[in-house]
């Protein structure tokens, strides 16, 4: 059995798939982060998972992609934890921005993009990955991520920057009290997630003046930071993962024609990308389109 998987902050996305049999069973779990988590936090949300848990002796191969997987150290603690579960398996653990690219550009030039709770780019020149800029996670960067939209959010609550009738709806909704708030941004572990999830309420009122300034905002800045830096970024397709990306579909569009950015794919779930990418896209004897179909992706 193999197992792939791709893991934002707030969720991560499992297959597991035996290659004798073409059987492939899809799930999923809270997102591991070795920013946050250590070895003993992920082998216990691994094991919470009823199918990965009875999944783990017959495992032979897991490609994991995740958030924070950016350095050697950070990749080895997601190791060791893995290897909890999956103990006769050989790991392999990598950067989710990786993840993104391999599973997007299809082994054809291209820049992948992540716009969820974080976000980030690289240019995959179809062999290796280029940043041109770093990642400056939630406090000084993601711009455009949930994590970008939560701050700006609450900021403009508590300043009273927020216009009636939304400012009303956000109270009703959350009540939001400061010491509570400074409590989970401060003092507590996974900020970022925290922050990202009053992106429910951008979605919910996406009609919404202010809500679309916001994300409009958010989205030309992400454009211009983490696209425009690349000399190439209107030759080559840019590709987009995450769910801001997939549910401000139409904003994000509108500004790359603006930019004459040539849009690619747009998908919520890469992690049907990284099994074919991993498989030689052989499994299950689908072809990307078709996957693309079964998962909601869009393509231009």
């Known amino acids: 059995m193999i197992v792939v998987a791709d893991s934002g902050s707030t969720k991560c996305d499992w297959i597991i798939f035996d290659p004798e049999t073409g059987e492939k069973s899809e799930t999923s779990s809270k997102g591991i982060n070795p920013f946050f988590h250590n070895e003993i936090d992920i082998a216990n949300e691994v094991f919470k998972n009823p199918i990965l848990r009875n999944a783990g002796p017959t495992v032979s191969q897991v490609f994991f992609y995740c958030a924070g997987g950016s350095s050697k150290e950070l990749q080895s603690r997601v190791e060791r934890g893995l290897h909890i579960i999956f103990k006769d398996s050989k790991i392999v653990v990598d950067h989710d921005l990786d993840g993104a690219a391999y599973a997007t550009c299809n082994g054809k030039p291209g820049i992948a993009c992540i716009l969820g709770t974080g976000s980030n780019s690289?240019?995959?020149?179809?062999?290796?990955?280029?940043?041109?800029?770093?990642?400056?996670?939630?406090?000084?960067?993601?711009?455009?991520?949930?994590?970008?939209?939560?701050?700006?959010?609450?900021?403009?609550?508590?300043?009273?920057?927020?216009?009636?009738?939304?400012?009303?709806?956000?109270?009703?909704?959350?009540?939001?009290?400061?010491?509570?708030?400074?409590?989970?941004?401060?003092?507590?572990?996974?900020?970022?997630?925290?922050?990202?999830?009053?992106?429910?309420?951008?979605?919910?009122?996406?009609?919404?003046?202010?809500?679309?300034?916001?994300?409009?905002?958010?989205?030309?800045?992400?454009?211009?930071?983490?696209?425009?830096?690349?000399?190439?970024?209107?030759?080559?397709?840019?590709?987009?993962?995450?769910?801001?990306?997939?549910?401000?579909?139409?904003?994000?569009?509108?500004?790359?024609?603006?930019?004459?950015?040539?849009?690619?794919?747009?998908?919520?779930?890469?992690?049907?990308?990284?099994?074919?990418?991993?498989?030689?896209?052989?499994?299950?004897?689908?072809?990307?389109?078709?996957?693309?179909?079964?998962?909601?992706?869009?393509?231009?």
């Open 122 to 300: 690289c240019y995959y020149d179809g062999k290796h990955i280029h940043e041109e800029v770093p990642a400056l996670a939630y406090i000084l960067g993601d711009e455009g991520s949930g994590s970008f939209y939560g701050k700006k959010l609450l900021r403009d609550y508590f300043y009273k920057l927020m216009p009636q009738p939304i400012l009303k709806n956000f109270e009703e909704e959350f009540h939001p009290d400061k010491d509570v708030v400074f409590e989970r941004v401060y003092m507590k572990p996974h900020a970022n997630v925290f922050l990202a999830s009053f992106m429910r309420f951008c979605s919910e009122h996406r009609d919404n003046q202010y809500i679309k300034d916001m994300i409009t905002e958010g989205m030309y800045e992400f454009l211009n930071f983490h696209v425009c830096c690349y000399k190439n970024y209107r030759e080559v397709p840019v590709h987009f993962v995450g769910s801001i990306a997939y549910h401000f579909e139409d904003i994000l569009r509108k500004h790359c024609d603006n930019l004459h950015i040539k849009v690619g794919m747009i998908t919520n779930k890469p992690v049907d990308y990284l099994m074919l990418y991993h498989m030689k896209k052989d499994f299950s004897k689908k072809t990307l389109e078709e996957v693309a179909a079964d998962n909601g992706v869009t393509k231009k």
